[in-house]
């Protein structure tokens, strides 16, 4: 299965700032097919980007995906407090669908 | 707006067969749809163990395949997924979904609140 390891493991940024996720492909992910997803504690994971670069509905264009192949980024522009949360790449262009294990981007 | 919710036991123990049930309001089951089930361990993290689309294909996760099924009742607008055999490592929080599309190359765009499952002795 396709492993997907994600850096750095924890981020500490202050509000305003840009944060810059990185997604890494064991192998090639086949047209893009890569997601990200937010979870905040206590909460299911929710759906920011798919398709790599798409974003999903009502998710604000701060938050931006790029990347092709094996490489991956998210990028939130600017942090707003709510941002602050887990964040995970999950590929599934390949059975099994298999997930990274996340970045924490936490309060500086 | 779909809204899915899942229910079951908390607390098992080794060896019992663990049955979960999402039910789901605001979209029909039976639209060409995924819906399916992940698991997050503190260990482990996300793990998906398997989709179903509506009268057509299931399938699971390699490595929880010979103990898994998945299941839909459309009369009732829910799906269920059966583990047999739980050990410790079967402790997570369970998650139904919805995926994003009909393909089964998909991710989930909706989610349930989640479920605890502690399997203990």
């Known amino acids: 299965e396709i492993v997907l390891t994600q850096s750095p493991g924890a981020l500490s940024l202050s509000p305003g700032e840009r944060a810059s996720l990185s997604c890494r492909a064991s192998q090639s992910i086949s047209s893009d097919y890569l997601a990200w997803y937010q979870q905040k504690p206590g909460q299911a994971p929710r759906l920011l980007i798919y398709?790599?670069?798409t974003r999903a509905s009502g998710i604000p264009d701060r938050f931006s995906g790029s990347g092709s192949g094996t490489d991956f980024t998210l990028t939130i522009r600017r942090l707003e407090p709510e941002d602050f949360a887990v964040y995970y790449c999950q590929q599934y262009g390949w059975s099994p669908q298999t997930f990274g294990q996340g970045t924490k981007v936490e309060i500086k | 707006q779909v809204q899915l919710q899942e229910s079951g036991p908390g607390l098992m123990k080794p060896s019992e067969t663990l049955s979960l049930t999402c039910t789901v309001s605001?979209?029909?089951?039976?639209?060409?749809?995924?819906w399916g089930w992940v698991r997050q361990t503190p260990g482990k993290g996300l793990e998906w163990i398997g989709s179903f689309l509506h009268s057509g294909t299931t399938f699971y996760s390699p490595s929880l395949k010979s103990r898994v099924t998945i299941s839909e009742d459309t009369s009732k607008n829910q799906f269920s997924l059966k583990l047999s055999s739980v050990t410790a490592a079967d402790t997570a929080v369970y998650y139904c979904?919805?995926?994003?599309?009909?393909?089964?190359?998909?991710?989930?765009?909706?989610w349930g609140q989640g479920t605890l499952v502690t399997v203990s002795s």
């Open positions: 979904a919805r995926a994003g599309s009909g393909s089964y190359r998909h991710w989930f765009d909706s």
């Open positions: 398709g790599a670069s």
């Open positions: 605001g979209s029909s089951i039976r639209i060409p749809y995924y």
